[in-house]
């Protein structure tokens, strides 16, 4: 229409509002970019005959890799030494029974599945160790290959921006519709053309909140950055806005809800036998065992033999290994250095590593007469397997009585709180037959029983007990004994003291249970990894939005399962930490806690804002209906639109969006997933703040007008002015209808004190500096309108926060 000012005006707030957005955005993605690099996967490289932990990025063709269990591989490797591997390959070919590696060559038509001298990027040795070379990194990869065909773009697409949006597709469509009603109305009665299409743009920019999906972005992020400073990585956006949701965390025992420190504290040395260890320090006293008894030796010897961790006793922290064997080197030390030097010096002849379907683990060793085979695990699995036991300083039959007899005081051991793992062994003259296929576990001779304490961590209790005020249910998924699970159960308030209710692993394979059941039980015992998947489908089922915690290579189906998978950063393996959504880089399970409160601030920070937003944006559409109809005039025009959006649509949003929340978060029950984030009350809100803003503000314009006598011009700035100033106080509206009028979550936050401060500055700006005074065509104004203004803006904050006390919801 020729007024080229105006155009360049609005031309250069609308680059200005984009460059603010971009900005802000930017940021935000930039810091989530950092978090992620928080958890790169590492691997062993040897370069220059060195060996080195590498960021897996930096790997190269030709490179040597070293592999180890629990490691990701991290590239497309050709194997040229390998030690009892076997790798889950799954990822790639879908088949979840690992698969065992060698370094042979293959024909050259093999397919992928059996190249059995190749370990494939992105899977996962669950045994074993290997070396190889790097043959293709990245989208030369087996894995890059695949990937390359599914897209990964909408990676970032979080169900809240889905839901955004959509609703600003809506608004588009409402505007659309106006446009063409005043359209029609304004061709009927004649009126200008100009001041019909000046109306819609008004419209347009009124009704869209464009600001709404930035701050989204941001409250997120920060949210992000916020649970990093509580050792809490979050590696997908979409997780913050599922854990508000989440009413169920599984968490495994052992190191999670237990401090993974194991000490011998119970011995049993023959049937029906049974003694303890007292410690001091580092001494150790034996009641009620005859330490030199064949029973008692062979226990000890096993104990060393069926042991895979490196003990330092110097340097307790620098101990390798699983804990429960520390546990027992640590033992064994505090009796007999020297023996255990002596079985040191025997030759390594192979094992059956410990896996947590058999539950149990063996070795063979010779000493160039004899072979020794050495047996730990958990005493159902080991009585399994022993045809024999070591008695009185004999080896005699085992009888179907006396297991049973063993068993059960390997229960009452579980049930006062011990893990606890039954000892055997046998002593060929010529080597075992299936070394190589790790089927030599049979036949044995079972020597004794021990028991380990591993006390409760500290402040897992306190954590328990919060998640349950939070209305989060824990339950216990372990592949220990269910007397130990029940004891540390109740010792850490997972149940209450009376509570027996335990399902074991063996019975939820026989499917004897229905979902329902499944949902009401707290504690599962002996649950082997693949059932954890068949669990956490239970709970889903009864509407339960589950979080899972695990570590190991196998956990990570279910990792993948849960509705928040959360892997242990230091204890997981790398395979777990990379298809979990969130990772605990100090291990704690307490940070769970953080990290479901972090949530649901954002959430309900979410729903502020976009309720301050909406009633804002649908007061502009009302007092611009409500003017146009009277009298044909433009309330607001486009660029004084514009200029209002750029600050009150983001500043105080944003201000709202990084709000630390209610201090009593936890003491509310998790989001429904069921209900939207705005719900019919927010609707009903944002409707009532819309209309009673509205009010005012027309009203305030309609008095200028007619009873003032006011110009449109002036009448235009009485309500540009007015829209502001209630938008600032509509602000403090934001609070919760329960908390307090003048100290609430709002006004306790000096972002939002910044930003009116800094919105407030703008509009004076606007006023006095006469630049933006003429671009935004504002004239000054007198007193008596000046007074207009500051009622028409208090008027509804006044109204509302009656409102607010009257109904308090
Ligand atoms: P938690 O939930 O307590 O961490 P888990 O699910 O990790 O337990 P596993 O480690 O799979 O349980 O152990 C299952 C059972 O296997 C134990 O109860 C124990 O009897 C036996 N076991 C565990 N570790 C070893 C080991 N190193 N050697 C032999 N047997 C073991």
Redesign the pocket.
């Known amino acids: 229409f020729g007024d080229i000012p105006e155009g360049i005006a609005i031309g250069a707030v609308i680059m200005l509002n984009a460059a603010i957005g971009f900005w802000m955005e930017f940021q935000a993605r930039q810091s989530m970019a950092t978090l992620r690099s928080m958890d790169k996967i590492t691997a062993k490289v040897v370069r220059n005959g060195e060996e080195k932990d590498r960021d897996a990025e930096e790997i190269v063709p030709g490179d040597v890799v070293l592999l180890e269990s629990g490691a990701l591989v991290p590239a497309d490797l050709r194997l040229i030494e390998v030690s009892e591997l076997q790798i889950n390959e799954s990822p790639l070919t879908g088949e979840s029974v690992p698969v065992e590696k060698k370094t042979e060559s293959v024909p050259k038509n093999a397919q992928t599945g059996d190249r059995k001298n190749m370990a494939y990027k992105g899977t996962s040795v669950t045994r074993g160790k290997a070396r190889g070379i790097v043959i293709a990194t990245g989208m030369d990869t087996e894995i890059g290959n695949i990937s390359q065909l599914v897209s990964s773009a909408d990676e970032d697409e979080i169900p809240l921006n889905r839901k955004l949006s959509k609703l600003s597709k809506n608004l588009i469509w409402l505007v659309l519709i106006l446009a063409f009603g005043l359209g029609v109305i304004g061709y009927i009665a004649e009126k200008e053309l100009y001041r019909i299409i000046q109306t819609s743009i008004a419209w347009a920019i009124a009704a869209i909140p464009e600001g709404l999906p930035i701050v989204a972005s941001i409250a997120l992020a920060r949210g992000m950055l916020r649970l990093s400073n509580h050792n809490v990585i979050v590696k997908r956006l979409a997780s913050v806005e599922t854990l508000g949701e989440t009413n169920t965390i599984f968490t495994?025992?052992?190191?999670?809800l237990?401090q993974n420190r194991l000490t011998v504290e119970s011995l049993s040395t023959g049937i029906g036998q049974h003694g303890r260890a007292q410690w001091k320090g580092e001494e150790v006293t034996l009641k009620e065992v005859d330490r030199d008894s064949q029973n008692f030796k062979r226990l000890f010897d096993i104990s060393v033999l069926?042991n895979?961790a490196v003990y330092d006793p110097k340097h307790e922290e620098n101990s390798e290994g699983?804990p429960?064997?520390i546990g027992l080197l640590k033992f064994a030390r505090a009796f007999d250095p020297e023996r255990i030097n002596q079985l040191h010096q025997l030759e390594f002849v192979g094992e059956d590593p410990?896996?947590?379907e058999s539950?149990?683990?063996g070795t063979v060793y010779t000493d160039g007469k004899k072979f020794i085979i050495s047996a730990?695990?958990?005493?159902e699995?080991i009585l399994d397997i022993c045809t024999h036991k070591l008695e009185k300083e004999k080896v005699t039959r085992l009888t179907d009585g006396e297991k049973e007899k063993i068993a059960a005081q390997s229960d009452a051991m579980s049930e006062n709180g011990l893990?606890?793992?039954a000892f055997a062994y046998r002593d060929d003259a010529e080597k075992p037959a299936g070394i190589e296929d790790h089927a030599f576990l049979d036949e044995l001779v079972y020597v004794g029983l021990i028991g380990f304490v591993d006390p409760p961590g500290p402040g897992i209790k306190e954590a328990i007990e919060t998640f349950h005020t939070a209305g989060i249910e824990v339950v216990?998924?372990?592949?220990?004994?269910p007397g130990?699970?029940l004891n540390i159960a109740r010792q850490v308030s997972l149940v209450a003291p009376d509570e027996d209710r335990v399902i074991h692993g063996r019975d939820l394979k026989e499917d004897q249970f229905k979902n329902e059941e499944i949902a009401a039980t707290r504690v599962f015992s002996?649950?082997?990894?693949s059932q954890k998947l068949r669990l956490i489908d239970g709970f889903q089922d009864q509407n339960k939005i589950v979080g899972m915690t695990g570590d190991?290579v196998n956990d990570a189906p279910a990792l993948k399962k849960a509705d928040i998978g959360i892997a242990m950063g230091k204890r997981g393996t790398q395979a777990a930490r990379e298809v979990a959504d969130m990772v605990l880089r100090n291990d704690a399970f307490p940070s769970i806690l953080e990290a479901v409160k972090e949530g649901r601030i954002i959430f309900s920070n979410i729903r502020k804002f976009i309720i301050y937003q909406l009633s804002y944006h649908f007061s502009e559409v009302l007092v611009i209906a409500a003017v146009m109809l009277l009298l044909f005039e433009l309330a607001l025009e486009p660029l004084q639109l514009l200029y209002l959006n750029i600050l009150l649509d983001v500043f105080p949003a944003l201000a709202l969006g990084i709000g630390r929340g209610r201090a009593a978060v936890l003491k509310e029950p998790p989001k429904d997933p069921k209900v939207n984030i705005i719900t019919h009350k927010n609707w009903l809100a944002i409707i009532v703040y819309g209309i009673v803003i509205a009010a005012s503000v027309s009203g305030v314009y309609f008095y200028g007008y007619y009873r003032m006598g006011l110009t449109p011009d002036i009448a235009n700035n009485v309500a540009f002015f007015t829209l502001a100033f209630a938008q600032l106080f509509n602000v403090l509206n934001m609070r919760d209808p329960d908390e307090n009028m003048f100290v609430n979550q709002v006004t306790r936050n000096k972002w939002v004190w910044g930003s009116l401060a800094l919105c407030l500055g703008a509009l004076l700006a606007a006023y006095w500096i006469p630049l933006l005074s003429g671009v935004l065509s504002l004239s000054p104004m007198g007193f008596d309108v000046w007074k207009l203004v500051i009622i028409g803006a208090l008027v509804p904050a006044i109204v509302i926060q009656g409102i607010k006390q009257f109904v308090k919801s």
Do not use: I, N
Not at 376 to 379: H, I, Y
Not at 526 to 529: E, K, N, Q
């Open positions: 495994d025992k052992t190191g999670t237990t069926a895979d699983d429960l064997e410990f896996d947590s539950k149990m683990m730990k695990g958990a005493a699995s893990r606890t793992l216990m998924v372990t592949g220990d004994h130990t699970a002996r649950v082997d990894p190991g």
